[in-house]
Structures are given as C-alpha cells and as structure tokens.
C-alpha cells in the first residue's frame, strides 16, 4: 500500500493569502510530482522533482514554487492566492529503480478553494 | 508528443454488464501504458499497467486491458461490473524510459442497479 500524504484536504482561503500544501512519502522514493486537476480535465504535471535540491517546472505553467529539502517532503507553495488556482492538487512519487518501472503513487489529493 | 484519448466522458453501465472504457494513445516510441482508478475524495490507484510482454494485461478488482499496437489502443475491460466500480477511470501513456506520466481526462463510470 503506498504511503503517501497530504494535508490539508479541503482549504478555503481568500485572495491574496499565502499557502503551503503538504506532502510527504514514507517509501523512500527519490521522485515525486505535483499535479494540478480540474473537473473533467487531465491530470496536468506542474513540477517535479529529482531528489533533495532538485526542482523541474511540468508541462502546465503555475504559479506555485516547490522545494526538496528532504526526499520524504515536498511542499507546494502559493505566494498570494486568487480565484483562479482554485483546484485539485495531486502529488505522487515513483521509484522506477524499486522495478516498478514509472509506476507512481498518488495521494489523496488537496481540494483548494480560493474565495 | 505523446497523448491520450479517452472516448466518452460518462459511461453508464448496468450492474453485472460488461464494462468497456476506450482509450487511444499516441506515441513515438514504444509506450508504458497505465489505467488509474479515482473514488471520490480520494487519489489515483494504479489497476494495471503494460510495460512488455504479453499484450493482455490483468489488473486489480477483475479489469483488464489489452495493448493494440495496430489500433493504438489500451481499452479496459471487466466482464461484470460491481456497483463499486462507480469512479473515475484515467488512461496514461509514458515513453520507455520517460518519467512524466501524460493523462487521459477521464472517463466516470456510472453503475446502474
């Protein structure tokens, strides 16, 4: 069972405020992901990582940063939050080097509401 | 660039009928091919996926799926659907050796008593 989490679940916050998204995995995986989903739409990636210090932006541009302090953690970051970034966040992680070959598991997902 | 396909956005089915979600990908070089199933409040889990080797791939809760390579096509099926199959079905494609997963937009299951 993969272990992998996210907090909070559900946050509705008004315009303007910073936020930080936690996640954080148990199974030692040196890469995780964070997706952004709307209803009825793909999952868009929108930043990855590598290992510790390492970053990527994803194929959908945000507004958001990441860091990678430590493999187990890697927080999302909205510096002043509007209506738009009004989402579901999804963040996974894959060990391909484990011989699941881009196998990724996700987390239950952040339901982000910006008023 | 690779994509995917998913035909139909809502699919409903009859409890104990077959279950046949469409996906077509595209891609330049031999994909990864994934199904991910997503309840509600919750988030993605792998049924099945298909790597190398044999074509028809068996997954978790009785679905499987069938690489076409002629038809680029990655069609999940379950001879007999539960009511607890009700979710949201996401098709993926990956290049070998690519970790970045590229997403269908889904396709929600609707079971019918």
Same mark, same amino acid.
């Given at each position: ?115 | ?5 998913? *035909?139909?956005?809502? $699919? ?5 009928? %077959?279950? /046949? =979600? ?10 990864? *091919?994934?199904?991910? $199933? ?5 988030? %993605?889990? /792998? =049924? ?66």
């Amino acid at each position: 069972e993969a272990d992998i989490y996210q907090t909070p679940r559900y946050l509705v916050i008004g315009t303007g405020k910073k936020i930080t998204l936690e996640c954080s995995q148990t199974m030692g995986h040196d890469k995780m992901y964070w997706y952004q989903q709307d209803p009825g739409m793909e999952l868009h990636l929108i930043h990855y990582s590598y290992g510790v210090n390492s970053t990527e932006k994803g194929d959908l541009s945000s507004e958001s940063t990441v860091s990678r302090i430590r493999t187990e953690h890697f927080p999302l970051t909205l510096e002043s939050a509007r209506p738009s970034h009004t989402s579901q966040y999804l963040c996974a992680s894959s060990d391909p080097t484990g011989g699941d070959l881009d196998e990724q598991f996700f987390g239950p997902g952040t339901r982000l509401t910006v008023l | 660039a690779q994509s995917v396909t998913q *035909l139909g956005s809502h $699919v409903s089915v009859s409890e104990g009928a %077959l279950v /046949l =979600l469409r996906c077509n990908y595209s891609s330049s070089v031999p994909p990864y *091919l994934f199904w991910y $199933v997503q309840y509600p409040n919750q988030g %993605l889990q /792998l =049924l099945l996926k298909y790597t190398t080797g044999a074509t028809l791939v068996k997954g978790i809760n009785g679905f499987e799926a069938e690489f076409k390579k002629s038809e680029t096509s990655f069609h999940l099926t379950k001879p007999s659907a539960h009511m607890s199959d009700a979710a949201e079905y996401f098709c993926a494609v990956s290049d070998q050796g690519d970790d970045k997963i590229i997403f269908g937009k889904g396709t929600r299951l609707h079971i019918l008593p």
